[in-house]
């Protein structure tokens, strides 16, 4: 069983991606997802947090930018990240969690999955 993200890349100031999270060898439907992302030489942030329920959580850095969504007929979450500013640059990653968001913006420990990243860089 794992996580796998994708959608990371280069985008320009003000310009969009959507970052994807799909699961294997298990049903996301049940878990809350959290993103976070980590900038060089910076710790770990959470940013969003979805729950079983489909209610998403975002902290404000990225609230009203960042859109969080489940699609459960393809086992994935999806990050729809618009307006992209250069301090978004980061590598990414999904973390799949038993306890719910509780209304934060990244669910509790520990995680049962972790992916392995996507790196996402905003730069004209």
């Known amino acids: 069983a794992q996580v796998v993200e994708s959608g990371g890349g280069l985008a320009k100031p003000g310009g969009s991606l959507r970052l994807s999270c799909a699961a294997s060898?298990?049903?996301?439907?049940?878990?809350?997802i959290g993103w976070f992302r980590q900038a060089p030489g910076k710790e770990r942030e959470g940013i969003s947090c979805?729950?079983?329920?489909?209610?998403?959580y975002y902290a404000d850095s990225v609230k009203d930018r960042f859109t969080f969504s489940r699609d459960s007929a393809k086992n994935t979450v999806y990050l729809q990240m618009d307006n992209l500013v250069p301090e978004d640059t980061a590598l990414y990653y999904c973390?799949?969690?038993?306890?719910?968001?509780?209304?934060?913006?990244?669910?509790?420990?520990?995680?049962?999955?972790w992916g392995q990243g996507t790196q996402v860089t905003v730069s004209s």
């Open positions: 973390a799949v969690s038993l306890f719910d968001c509780s209304g934060n913006y990244y669910p509790p420990a520990p995680y049962d999955y």
């Open positions: 979805i729950s079983s329920d489909g209610n998403a």
């Open positions: 060898g298990f049903t996301l439907d049940y878990y809350a």
